[in-house]
């Protein structure tokens, strides 16, 4: 393996790994903080006692869909304080808005 093949080559999925890790490690409610959905099965690197912290109401979205969020947009930073669950939706939505809380949809560039 040369040098190059050694370089990590995208951070985010790098962090979004060790953030699932570590909210797993902390056994963070496996439900979105916003909404309150979880999925309908385990996701794949669940650990073994996944079960105490699947709620079993609003078991809605098809399995895998929950993903780890940085609230500090810092993906390095896998702090318990900064990371929660979210629902792809509640995921997009906090993601397309500014610091400012401004939606950044509709801009036009022309």
């Known amino acids: 393996?040369?040098?190059?093949?050694?370089?990590?080559?995208?951070?985010?999925s790098t962090g979004r790994r060790k953030a699932r890790r570590q909210l797993f490690r902390a056994r963070v409610s496996f439900c979105c903080i916003r909404?309150?959905?979880?999925?309908?099965g385990p996701p794949k690197d669940a650990p073994a006692w996944f079960e105490e912290i699947?709620?079993?109401?609003?078991?809605?979205l098809k399995p895998h869909e929950l993903m780890a969020d940085?609230?500090?947009?810092?993906?390095?930073?896998?702090?318990?304080?900064?990371?929660?669950?979210k629902c792809p939706?509640?995921?997009?939505?906090?993601d397309s808005q500014t610091a400012k809380g401004v939606a950044q949809r509709g801009i036009s560039y022309w």
């Open 70 to 85: 940085h609230e500090s947009k810092d993906f390095t930073n896998n702090e318990l304080d900064y990371l929660n669950w």
């Open 89 to 94: 939706p509640c995921h997009k939505q906090d």
């Open 1 to 12: 393996m040369t040098k190059d093949e050694t370089r990590i080559k995208d951070w985010r």
């Open 54 to 60: 699947w709620p079993e109401e609003n078991r809605v």
């Open 35 to 40: 909404c309150g959905k979880t999925t309908t």
